[in-house]
């Protein structure tokens, strides 16, 4: 094992959370709801109770919406951790893994730390930011043990083609791969969300949690879906970890799992007054563009000026009290991300200062 420093990470922590700007479009989630929003009650800090295997009542809910069986499913604190469980349950030190490029970092760095031999998947624009299928095939035939991807894609917001998902499953499956889908951004397709990775077959694994569209990262309630052995695995995995969850977490989870079509009917409101002023703002610049992406908070934006992303986000904190997520934590300096989640008035006054800057770097 080998644990280097996530930038991205390490970034976030000190910029988002110990120092943060008044006008803050780098975040990719929902605002977070009110405890009462959900029916949280003091009961629910009570520790004790049985869930050494995933809470039951939550492994039922979770089950009941998105259609898998309850022996396939681990709580885990957030998608971030079940991304590890289940990484750390196939691979074993030297094995092959890819993982689509560019990347978000904290993804990467599961397989650096894992000490994984990496083969990179493109993504590329002129491909609609669709995962390159015949790359992903040469990676299994290579002999990569697992593939990671998102959905929806983090930082472009684009949904993984279904027919392409299918042509990389197949491909997995022929050489005893597993997929793994980080869908912590899925479920901002409300209604038309597709089946998840995981019911596709057992070759496919899927992460999520309520972090993103729900807007409660906090509360790091997340989990992973997969094939029972391989859940099973996770669970011996966790075990060296965290052993179970925190009970309190999961009383809260319930609650809020309880509240899904509530919590989803904010974020789709909030996406629906949002998105249009981050759309306005890009297609009004002549510096910028991008592949609208037709769901979800995040907006992948590339600038065709000499700005780059290390110098926006510095005039941007220094000068104007806001930031963006810069592009080179995806390895791509010439693009920024923009987050439509925060308030209305918050969304405007950032997006006004960010032109700003842009005008100031052309
Ligand atoms: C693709 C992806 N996965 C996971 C996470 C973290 O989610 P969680 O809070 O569920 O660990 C993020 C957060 O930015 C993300 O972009």
Redesign the pocket.
């Known amino acids: 094992m080998r644990f280097n420093t996530i930038k991205y990470m390490e970034w976030?922590k000190l910029y988002q959370i110990l120092n943060p700007v008044s006008f803050d479009l780098s975040n990719?989630?929902m605002a977070p709801p009110e405890p009462s929003d959900i029916g949280v009650t003091v009961e629910d800090a009570w520790w004790a109770g049985a869930n050494h295997y995933g809470h039951p009542e939550l492994k039922g809910l979770i089950a009941k919406r998105w259609g898998v069986k309850e022996e396939q499913i681990i709580p885990t604190?957030?998608?971030?951790?079940?991304?590890f469980l289940f990484a750390a349950s196939i691979l074993e030190t030297g094995d092959r893994a890819a993982i689509e490029s560019p990347y978000?970092e904290?993804?990467g760095k599961i397989l650096e730390a894992l000490e994984a031999k990496v083969t990179e998947v493109p993504r590329r624009r002129e491909d609609q930011f669709q995962p390159d299928v015949d790359a992903a095939r040469k990676a299994f035939e290579k002999g990569a043990k697992l593939l990671i991807l998102?959905d929806l894609y983090?930082p472009c917001g684009v949904h993984l083609d279904r027919a392409r998902l299918k042509a990389i499953g197949e491909a997995a499956a022929k050489h005893g791969a597993t997929v793994l889908v980080?869908e912590?951004?899925l479920d901002a397709m409300w209604e038309e969300r597709p089946p998840i990775a995981a019911t596709l077959g057992p070759q496919f694994v899927s992460?999520?949690?309520?972090?993103?569209v729900y807007g409660i990262?906090n509360l790091?309630a997340?989990w992973g879906i997969g094939r029972k052995d391989l859940v099973e695995r996770a669970y011996r995995v966790y075990d060296y970890l965290s052993v179970l969850n925190s009970m309190p977490a999961d009383r809260v989870a319930i609650r809020a799992h309880k509240s899904l079509d509530k919590l989803t009917a904010r974020a789709k409101q909030r996406r629906a007054e949002n998105f249009p002023l981050i759309k306005k703002f890009v297609e009004s610049r002549n510096d910028l563009d991008w592949l609208e992406p037709k769901w979800g908070f995040i907006a992948w934006v590339r600038m065709k000026s000499k700005a780059r992303s290390p110098a926006v986000q510095d005039l941007m904190r220094k000068k104007y009290d806001a930031q963006v997520s810069p592009g080179h934590f995806f390895g791509h300096p010439d693009h920024i991300r923009l987050g439509c989640g925060l308030p209305q008035d918050k969304l405007a006054e950032g997006l006004k200062r960010l032109g700003m800057a842009l005008d100031e770097l052309r």
């Not at 604190?77 to 991304?83: D, E, R, T």
């Not at 992460?207 to 993103?212: A, G, I, M, Y």
């Open positions: 976030a990719s989630a604190g957030g998608s971030s951790l079940a991304n978000y904290p993804l998102t983090n980080d912590v951004y992460t999520n949690s309520l972090t993103k990262g790091r997340g």
